[in-house]
């Protein structure tokens, strides 16, 4: 038991099980352990680590042939007592330093340049690789990548319902990571953290990407959106308007989402009705009425390079519009 739980940091439900039915976690003196063939215990003694009411762990002592003497025990009490002055002292220290952290992140975020403060809070070089993302969610994903891969590699600010994380020397796997860890939105790399804000901008409209158009995956990242991240930095440049007026028409059809994915596939296969007819699973001759339609309803002229460019362009201001509403 004691081997498996060091070699995957983790103890088996069985075992957990079973002291939890013993009250450790209640527990305020030395409890003493019988053996447990089945769940491959050997006889321990388990001191709780305690400051005041705060359990901070527990201090186990595996006993050999010898009983412990009165001795003994006093020893492991008064081990017991120093290490928890020690954590609790830690963690104070800890906490301190990660207000100090979080408040340097909020001037960050905020556009204040405090690169060379916060480089040297974190003990991370002021230049070199980094990468923000910003998601949904709260403390439990960063939370799951320093358990990937240590603490000292991410800081992080909660912020009402998403999480703004910054990352030290990325991966190229770090988007991937941040979707099994739960997350959802944007990634932008910068070379330093005097850069944090213009990276923030980035990652979120990356984010707002994400999220009008699910195919960029679960993490979109700044730099590899092809035409997405131009309209959407143009678009939210602009004050975030309403979309194009002859797409506003087609919305208010009844035959509104038929509509629209026949001139989407159309346009992304740049005009192609026999693709866009296969992608749609569709005859090519009602393809070609949807998107007579589609021209009547909205006076655009498909075969018009201009007119299609406008009714690309307002397709996707509309799902820019709908992703950040």
């Known amino acids: 038991?004691?081997?498996?739980?060091?070699?995957?940091?983790?103890?088996?439900?069985?075992?957990?099980?079973?002291?939890?039915?013993?009250?450790?976690?209640?527990?305020?003196?030395?409890?003493?352990?019988?053996?447990?063939?089945?769940?491959?215990?050997?006889?321990?003694?388990v001191l709780p680590?305690?400051?005041?009411?705060?359990?901070?762990?527990?201090?186990?002592?595996?006993?050999?042939?010898?009983?412990?003497t009165e001795a003994d025990r006093a020893a492991i009490a008064r081990g017991g007592a120093e290490v928890a002055d020690n954590l609790w002292g830690r963690l104070r220290e800890a906490d301190e330093r990660r207000g100090r952290i979080n408040a340097l992140l909020a001037r960050a975020f905020g556009g204040e340049a405090v690169g060379a403060e916060l480089a040297a809070t974190l003990r991370w070089p002021a230049t070199g690789s980094f990468a923000v993302v910003v998601s949904s969610g709260g403390d439990e994903i960063p939370e799951r990548l320093r358990r990937r891969r240590g603490a000292a590699d991410y800081a992080w600010l909660a912020l009402q319902e998403r999480v703004v994380i910054v990352a030290r020397d990325p991966?190229?796997?770090?988007?991937?990571?941040?979707?099994?860890?739960?997350?959802?939105?944007?990634?932008?790399r910068f070379p330093g953290l005097a850069d944090i804000p213009e990276a923030l901008h980035h990652a979120e409209l990356a984010a707002l990407c994400a999220r009008a158009a699910p195919d960029l995956?679960?993490?979109?990242?700044?730099?590899?959106?092809?035409?997405?991240?131009l309209v959407a930095d143009l678009w939210v440049s602009a004050g975030r308007p309403l979309p194009i007026s002859p797409l506003l028409e087609l919305t208010m059809h009844r035959r509104r989402d038929q509509l629209l994915e026949a001139l989407t596939v159309f346009l992304e296969s740049g005009g192609d009705a026999a693709a866009a007819a296969k992608t749609l699973h569709l005859h090519r001759a009602s393809l070609y009425r949807r998107i007579e339609r589609v021209e009547q309803i909205t006076g655009l002229d498909l075969s018009r390079g201009d007119d299609r460019l406008l009714a690309h362009l307002g397709l996707r201001l509309l799902r820019l519009h709908d992703a950040f509403s």
């Open 1 to 45: 038991m004691r081997r498996s739980s060091i070699l995957t940091r983790e103890t088996a439900p069985a075992v957990a099980a079973w002291l939890e039915g013993l009250g450790l976690q209640r527990a305020r003196d030395l409890v003493d352990l019988p053996e447990n063939e089945a769940l491959g215990m050997t006889q321990r003694v």
């Open 49 to 68: 680590i305690r400051h005041g009411d705060v359990l901070l762990g527990f201090l186990w002592v595996i006993v050999g042939e010898r009983p412990l």
């Open 217 to 229: 995956g679960p993490v979109a990242v700044w730099g590899e959106l092809g035409s997405w991240g």
């Open 171 to 188: 991966t190229a796997a770090l988007p991937d990571e941040l979707a099994t860890a739960g997350a959802r939105g944007g990634l932008a």
